[in-house]
């Protein structure tokens, strides 16, 4: 009921070795918060070498994102399309759930960041027309070593997106990846189209997914309104690229 708010996520935090302990991350930081206009949201996945600084200058860690995978069932029957063109409209399609907080991706976002990646290779499934899609689901494979299927993004109807689910399955399978991968907010078991997935115990865990947030212009939050954040925010992420 708030609206929508513009948010930027930081991508990669890197100092060259020679420069390092003169604290040009931290005045990089604070230059970018201070630029960007009162109420934008800054999103960031840190590491455990930026994280310190991050919490220094207001960030709150919003939520721990668990890891949860299940084997590629065998049984699916479900069709979809997979996307071979760009996406041209993609309406106002959200993570699926009534939650208080989402985050929203537009067609654009969605070209750029999957289609036209020079370096990795994305499957794009939708469920519906291109041109207005109920669901999208895009996945890729972990890395060459370990046949793992990792949702990088699902956005759609509840309908839709048990439907892509499904298909998940079929694709996997096709492509030689027995295992799918997913990261979310959610418990492992009240998330209505994850019944099987299990929990990846944190040693496995190939890093940790804490979400940290800033609203630029705004002062620190206090602790009652980091509650209230981590209570509210209910966010899936797979945006793996950086391991």
Request: net charge positive.
């Amino acid at each position: 009921n708030a609206g929508v708010r513009r948010a930027w996520q930081i991508g990669d935090i890197v100092t060259a070795l020679p420069h390092r302990g003169q604290g040009l991350f931290r005045d990089c930081l604070a230059a970018l918060v201070a630029s960007l206009p009162a109420g934008d949201v800054v999103l960031c996945y840190p590491n455990a070498n930026s994280r310190r600084e991050l919490l220094n200058q207001g960030f709150t860690a919003v939520v721990d994102l668990a890891y949860s995978a299940r084997p590629a069932l065998w049984w699916s029957r479900a069709s979809v399309n997979r996307l071979v063109k760009p996406l041209s409209f993609f309406g106002d399609l959200l993570h699926l759930g009534s939650h208080d907080m989402h985050v929203a991706r537009d067609a654009d976002y969605l070209n750029w960041r999957y289609l036209d990646c020079p370096s990795r290779t994305y499957t794009v499934l939708i469920e519906g027309a291109a041109n207005n899609p109920e669901g999208v689901l895009i996945f890729r494979r972990f890395n060459d070593v370990l046949p793992i299927a990792v949702i990088m993004d699902l956005l759609g109807t509840e309908a839709a997106v048990v439907r892509l689910l499904s298909q998940l399955d079929r694709e996997a399978r096709k492509q030689g990846l027995p295992v799918i991968m997913t990261i979310d907010a959610q418990p492992v078991g009240e998330h209505p189209t994850y019944p099987t997935m299990l929990r990846v115990p944190r040693p496995l865990q190939p890093k940790r997914m804490t979400l940290l947030a800033k609203i630029a212009g705004a002062p620190t939050p206090t602790s009652a309104t980091s509650a209230e954040w981590r209570r509210t925010w209910h966010i899936q992420a797979g945006d793996w690229d950086g391991l």
